[in-house]
Every structure is written in structure tokens, then in C-alpha cells.
């Protein structure tokens, strides 16, 4: 396992990062199977657990909790709030929710503090001024040591820092975006600005939903877990699926010839970008871990770069309306209008 400095922190964490948002519901991922997964992830070097409240509403972080009891000292733990975790206020950037939700967390988690708390959305509606500050008082109070964005679009990202600086306040030192072969686009905009400002980046969704898991083939039935709750993210009849069809056939050609696995090289591709600290792994099952761990010392030379380079150019994402940091104006029209 290799591990890098999260951003300016000084803190050491392995590039391979186990993502817990399959733990419960989400994955349907029992207690056995994920303290199963976190002691072979924790035996193979991953140090770096990152969860939500929003997963499994709560249901995630209890079943971390009950897999790190013990061990808490040998982890880098993560976990995020925003979401909704209720009506009205129990969601959001307000210092009101982001104290009650800190403290749910932990006490689901069964710790007094997390390493990294991270803003899962950007709140449009919570002035960054608010959030910062609530984060800066939790930090000081001692029950975060760190705190970070996770799907900010670039431009957020700066006005965040701005206003840590304008107001005095502690900052992002991380962000947390989606990223794959598939999915590009935060090369041209959101990679740029986080190494600019020095921050880590803890790249989620690295096989692209099982896009880049092998599972997904053209001419084949899918039948990943994925497919089953999101059909229309693999309907070959949409042509933004039938790019990602054929680009998956032609990046397997590319892994052969590398002699490495499907996986290999998505998780490779991901952890070879500069900007880059971890990418976050999210198995359902031991047996995934186990071929998502086969990554972790693999390192891709210049002409595989150049080949996956041809087949999926910088920066372009191949899905489009499959992205999560998009500017709210453009996804709500009533922010595109004038206010009467």
C-alpha cells in the first residue's frame, strides 16, 4: 500500500481509502460482512474510513463504529452531514443542524471525535461565513480535527477559501469529488483549483458505478446491484450509455495488453493523477474488496495513459447529466428567472 499527505495536514493516508456507503441498507452489506471488509482492509494498510450520516440514515455509521471499536487510534476517520436527515432543519450547512449532527455521528460512531468532517452538498441556502464558523468551533472544540467539501463545483471551492480568509477562519483542506475514466470533467475545473489551494482530494466513485468493475459489458445482461436500482443509468438504448459501452470495451483491450484487471486500471488512472490523494473504494462484499485491493500498488506507464487519453479525452465526461457538482442555477429554473 502507498500512502500520501492529506493536502497540508501532515496526515499520512494510504491511497486506497475504504468507503462505507454500502454498509446496511444501501448495499444491503450486514455487520459480519463489513467488519469482515474493514479487518481486511485495515490488514492490507488502508488506514482512511470514510462514511455519512445520509447512508443507511445513520445506519452506515453504526456498523463503522461497531467494526473500528478498538482500533480507533489506527484509523483516519471520516464522515460527512448536509443531507437530509429529516424535515426542515435536520439538513444543511447551519450551525444549528451541523452541531446536532456532529454529535449524532460520533454517537453513532462511538468516538469523540472524527478526523475529517466533510460538507456532503454544498447548502445554497447557508451563507459560507455560517458553516465555517460552526466548523471552526468544532474544531477548537476538539470533536473534529479537520473538515472538508465533498461535490463543490470550482467555484465554490474558492469562495469557501475566500471567506475563510475574509472572516478568519479555519478552511477545506479537502474535497471530495467524483472521478473515473468515465468522468473527467473535474480535470478542466474542480482538480485545478484543490491543488492550487493545497487541498487533498478523496476521489469517490472511481469504477464509475460498476461501469469499470469488469461486471459491465457490452452484449452482456448487467446484473450488478447498481443496475438493479438505477436501470436507466445502463440502458444500451441512451446514447450516452452506448459511449460508455464502447469505451469500456476498448479500455478492457487496453488492460490486457497492460496485463492488468479492469479494476487495475480504473483504480490506477484515478490514484496517478497528481491532484489525487486516495480514491475511495466502496466493496458490498469481501470478494470485492479483494479485487479493489489488487490496485493498490499499481502504477500505469505514460502509453497506457496516452491509450486511455485516446479512448476518453481530459476532462470530458462522458455521462453528462450523471454529474453531482453542477451549478444549482442550472438545474433549477426558477433560479434562472427573474424574481417578481
Known sequence: MQYRTLGRTGVQVSTLALGAMNFGAIGRTTQEEATAIVDAALEAGVNLIDTADWYGEGQSEEMVGKAIAGRRDDIVLATKATMPMGERNRQGGSRRWLFTALDDSLRRLGVDHVDLYQMHRWDPTTSDEETLSALTDLQRAGK???FGSSTFPAYRIVQAQWAAREHRLSRYVTEQPSYSILQRGIESHVLPVTEEYGMGVLAWSPLA????SGAVRKGRDVATHRSAVLPERF???QPYNQARYDAV????????EAG???????LGFVTTHPAVTAALIGPRTPEH???QLAAADTVLSADV???IDEIV?????LAPGEKFDTTPALLDASLRRRRH
Open 235 to 237: 440502458d444500451p438504448s
Open 260 to 266: 492488468l484487471t479492469l479494476i487495475q486500471l480504473a
Open 249 to 256: 470495451e476498448r479500455l478492457a483491450e487496453v488492460a490486457d
Open 144 to 146: 473534529i480535527r479537520y
Open 289 to 291: 474488496l479483494r479485487s
Open 305 to 307: 495513459l496516452d491509450a
Open 209 to 212: 458505478s460498476g461501469w469499470l
Open 313 to 317: 479525452a481530459p476532462g470530458t465526461d
